[in-house]
């Protein structure tokens, strides 16, 4: 997908797992034995740690999912209902990882920052005048047609001096996440997110995560 001078990567992969715990070295072996477990049919191309920053925050401060969507509306945003039976208690999920430069968005005045994210860094609240291209003018969920509404599990990432946000966010199809990019982007009004004057993506796939039955993965949708 493409806009005004930007261009986001598509690094599609046939197969995305996401490990979760508090165990850095439980995690390492269960990844060695799932990586055992699926060769020689699958190959591993990328692992990422991410880890929980300043009680949910980005890297550059913000906090992260604040619009994220609570209790049964989260459950209706991200799990496909029982008027699709056939996916039904599944998901759609978008996986992105973003590079910041952090010099770079350090050497911004303050108010620019507050200005590209469209909140005050300070309380997190947000600013009413903002810019048309500020990041939460970009992707209100409520503002398309129909809501673009995904819930957010983004975490942030560091390997060396650098880092950035492993964005994951899941909705019942694929049509939010690519109404939310379109508008990023300025695909239909030459507006840019201004988040992109300090982040960029390095990767983006789309998965399909199967409904869980009785304990296992139910793949019948894929005749399987």
């Known amino acids: 997908m493409a806009g005004p001078g930007l261009e986001l990567p598509a690094t599609p992969a046939a197969l995305w797992i996401w490990l979760r715990g508090d165990d850095r070295?439980?995690?390492?072996q269960r990844a060695r034995r799932i990586e055992r477990i699926l060769a020689p049919a699958f190959c591993l191309e990328e692992t990422r740690d991410a880890f929980q920053y300043d009680g949910g925050r980005d890297l550059s401060g913000y906090e992260d999912?604040?619009?994220n969507p609570v209790g049964d509306a989260a459950m209706d945003a991200a799990i496909v209902g029982p008027d699709c039976p056939q996916l039904a208690g599944s998901s759609f999920v978008a996986v992105q990882r973003w590079l910041h430069d952090l010099a770079r968005?350090?050497?911004?005045?303050?108010?620019?920052?507050?200005l590209c994210v469209g909140r005050r860094?300070?309380?997190?609240?947000?600013?009413?005048?903002?810019?048309?291209?500020?990041?939460?003018?970009?992707?209100?969920?409520?503002?398309?047609?129909?809501?673009?509404?995904?819930?957010?599990?983004?975490?942030?990432?560091?390997?060396?001096?650098?880092?950035?946000?492993?964005?994951?966010?899941?909705?019942?199809?694929?049509?939010?996440?690519e109404a939310q990019l379109r508008r990023m982007l300025g695909?239909?009004?030459?507006?840019?997110?201004?988040?992109?004057?300090?982040?960029?993506?390095?990767?983006?796939?789309y998965f399909w995560c199967p409904a869980m039955?009785?304990?296992r993965l139910d793949l019948s949708p894929l005749r399987l």
């Open 121 to 177: 860094r300070q309380d997190n609240e947000e600013i009413d005048d903002a810019p048309a291209s500020a990041h939460v003018k970009r992707t209100a969920q409520e503002s398309f047609t129909p809501p673009a509404f995904i819930l957010r599990r983004s975490m942030p990432w560091a390997a060396g001096n650098r880092g950035g946000l492993m964005f994951v966010a899941f909705a019942t199809s694929f049509d939010p996440f």
């Open 105 to 114: 968005f350090e050497r911004m005045p303050a108010d620019d920052r507050d």
């Open 65 to 67: 999912g604040t619009e």
């Open 25 to 28: 070295g439980e995690i390492l």
């Open 187 to 205: 695909i239909e009004d030459a507006i840019v997110d201004a988040l992109f004057r300090f982040t960029r993506p390095q990767t983006g796939a």
């Open 213 to 215: 039955h009785a304990g």
